[in-house]
């Protein structure tokens, strides 16, 4: 490839790129930062934690008890087992036998036309009985306090969704990459 016909490649790619991450950045700082305290609303509406699991069983334990830690008071958690071949079902399971406010289901199998992890959350929000859901991986670690201020939030300014922007913790350079 000639000297030209490289720059006229990487130039392009170069600009798109630094416009995505030009982009990101800016959606980053403008988007709103949740309160340290928020008020609470009068009656705290069922939130119900859909939370997808494939396999996961070194990951559902610690994360599900994460998310049971925090200080929302009216939570359910549904756990959708979904076709697993580890022991993420038995994990699972005793999980909900520990804590009255988990619920799991077990997929045995992948209807047709079906992606396994967009039918286990849809599986998982026909079976909850919240007013809010918050779908979350089953690796996910929620801080103590996000939720309750995330909902008071919500229903302070009368907002029907809400997206939250994690804190990642690094796992190595490729990973990051």
């Given at each position: 490839?000639?000297?030209?016909a490289?720059?006229?490649f990487?130039?392009?790619c170069a ?6 991450l ?5 959606s980053?700082r403008a988007?709103?930062?949740i309160?340290?305290?928020?008020p609470?609303p009068?009656?705290?509406p069922k939130?119900?934690?859909?939370v ?5 069983e ?7 008890r994460?998310?049971?830690?925090c200080?929302y008071?009216?939570?359910?958690v549904?756990?959708v087992e979904?076709?697993?071949?580890d022991a993420?079902a038995r994990?699972a399971d005793e999980?909900a036998?520990?804590?009255p ?8 199998e ?7 992890k967009v ?7 026909r079976a909850s ?5 918050l779908?979350?991986d089953?690796?996910?670690?929620l801080?103590?306090t996000?939720?309750k201020?995330?909902i008071?939030?919500?229903?302070e ?7 939250m922007?994690p804190h990642m ?5 490729w990973?990051d990459?």
């Amino acid at each position: 490839m000639s000297e030209l016909a490289w720059c006229a490649f990487v130039a392009p790619c170069a600009i798109a790129a630094l416009g995505t991450l030009y982009a990101a950045v800016r959606s980053i700082r403008a988007a709103p930062c949740i309160a340290a305290t928020v008020p609470e609303p009068s009656a705290w509406p069922k939130l119900s934690m859909i939370v997808p699991a494939c396999n996961e069983e070194g990951t559902l334990g610690a994360a599900t008890r994460a998310k049971l830690a925090c200080d929302y008071p009216n939570l359910e958690v549904v756990i959708v087992e979904d076709r697993s071949t580890d022991a993420t079902a038995r994990v699972a399971d005793e999980l909900a036998a520990s804590d009255p406010r988990v619920r799991v289901l077990h997929v045995d199998e992948l209807p047709e036309g079906w992606l396994g992890k967009v039918h286990a959350l849809d599986q998982g929000v026909r079976a909850s009985r919240g007013e809010w859901f918050l779908l979350s991986d089953a690796d996910v670690h929620l801080s103590p306090t996000i939720v309750k201020r995330v909902i008071a939030t919500a229903e302070e300014r009368g907002l029907d969704f809400v997206a939250m922007m994690p804190h990642m913790i690094p796992g190595g350079f490729w990973l990051d990459v």
